[in-house]
């Protein structure tokens, strides 16, 4: 069967909000068929991750992660729904990885929703300048693509995960609710370099 296209994983994730790897993956076993692939969605579980996504989660651990012979180093909290999942070693293994990704990816913020807007409006400025006579409706998707890029390289949740590339950070967190079946939460994160932001 020929290749499923990035448009109709697309279409499916947007529909279902599951992981774009299980999109992709059920689009495969329904042949490219989205209605199909939504039931097999829906059989595996996987679209119960977002129903729980309004759930508290006032359980969890802060853990840290050391890298580079103590030359980086990351603290973070993730949040979860029970203090039975907080002491599971597949939450705890996931924990890890968020914490190596950090100390990899080096993000910025947490979520978009942290980017200031004025940063956004800074940033909006030099891409208009950048794209000065184009036809308009040009422009702005020029302008609104280098946004986006701010965005998948800056926000954790939106970076591409460094042990799969075709997920993002947040679908990987979407996946383990499923895995897990409970809500779970980057609540926050800090990462230290040695010599990081000192003046000369």
Do not use: W
């Not at 977002?50 to 603290?75: C, N, P, W």
């Not at 422009?139 to 701010?150: C, L, P, R, T, V």
């Amino acid at each position: 069967m020929a290749e499923i296209s990035a448009k109709v994983v697309m279409a499916l994730r947007e529909k279902t909000n599951a992981a774009m790897m299980e999109c992709k993956a059920a689009l495969k076993e329904a042949e490219g068929d989205l209605e199909k692939a939504e039931i097999i969605l829906r059989k595996k579980g996987t679209i119960k991750a977002e129903k729980k996504a309004d759930r508290q989660t006032k359980e969890g651990i802060i853990a840290s992660y050391i890298h580079m012979a103590g030359r980086i180093g990351v603290l973070i909290e993730v949040n979860c729904e029970t203090d039975f999942v907080a002491r599971n070693e597949i939450f705890q293994a996931f924990v890890k990885d968020i914490s190596l990704h950090i100390a990899a990816a080096n993000p910025k913020f947490l979520a978009r929703e942290e980017i200031s807007e004025a940063l956004i409006a800074k940033e909006r400025e030099i891409a208009a300048d950048q794209v000065k006579g184009k036809p308009e409706a040009i422009a702005e998707k020029i302008i609104q693509g280098k946004i986006d890029k701010i965005f998948s390289e800056q926000c954790l949740l939106e970076q591409a995960f460094i042990k799969n590339p075709d997920q993002t950070i947040g679908d990987y967190v979407k996946s383990k609710i499923s895995e897990l079946g409970e809500n779970l939460v980057v609540r926050r994160f800090v990462r230290f370099a040695v010599g990081e932001d000192l003046a000369e």
